[in-house]
T-cell receptor, first 112, second 111 residues
């Protein structure tokens, strides 16, 4: 298995633009998580899905953030409009049972 | 409020020695605790999971203990090697399966 695949690896965008981050989880993993990592706040859970259904989105910072999982093999995290404070590394992770997450390599987002 | 604290931001030890990292938590009642390793520019990698009814777990040179009375987990790397240098994160389960991570301890093993 190729693991959790995230794209793009790096994204530089101007403030106000829409940003879409993509994730392909490991096949057969029923749980998918989106995290954000910064030096100041560490790893923060944004939202997670179980069997493609959003379970907890209380970590989503504000309405500018949205996430979807249209099928078991694909999820997106969208920021619209983006702001400089959204600059961070965004990780997607999946798990078969909710234990022992497998993380992707992350997307480093820079909003200028 | 809930809090996860890892003993120090950075830990330097000599090659061959045992590294001991600490994870303390407050206002959690976790069913399990996990440890991850993160290298620069990479995502965290799962190492070990220990459940609340387990006192100790081992995997090769790694050992984890879990004391729910002290609300503490210790993570040991025996016979440490420079390749063990990384940031180590502990994580606790909240309600309904999601993990909350500590801020991590950056371990450097000196040759």
């Amino acid at each position: 298995d190729a693991g959790v695949i995230q794209s793009p690896r790096h994204e530089v965008t101007e403030m106000g633009q829409e940003v879409t981050l993509r994730c392909k989880p490991i096949s057969g993993h029923d749980y998918l998580f989106w995290y954000r990592q910064t030096m100041m706040r560490g790893l923060e859970l944004l939202i997670y899905f179980n069997n493609n259904v959003p379970i907890d989105d209380s970590g989503m910072p504000e309405d500018r953030f949205s996430a979807k999982m249209p099928n078991a093999s694909f999820s997106t995290l969208k920021i619209q409009p983006s702001e400089p404070r959204d600059s961070a590394v965004y990780f997607c992770a999946s798990s078969p049972t909710g234990d022992g997450y497998t993380f992707g390599s992350g997307t480093r987002l820079t909003v200028v | 409020s809930q809090k996860i604290e890892q003993n120090s931001e950075a830990l330097n030890i000599q090659e061959g020695k045992t590294a001991t990292l600490t994870c303390n938590y407050t206002n959690y009642s976790p069913a399990y605790l996990q440890w991850y390793r993160q290298d620069p520019g990479r995502g965290p990698v799962f190492l070990l999971l220990i459940r609340e009814n387990e006192k100790e777990k081992r995997k090769e040179r790694l050992k984890v203990t879990f004391d729910t009375t002290l609300k503490q987990s210790l993570f040991h790397i025996t016979a440490s090697q420079p390749a063990d240098s990384a940031t180590y994160l502990c994580a606790l389960d909240g309600s309904a399966r999601q993990l909350t991570f500590g801020s991590g301890t950056q371990l450097t093993v000196l040759p």
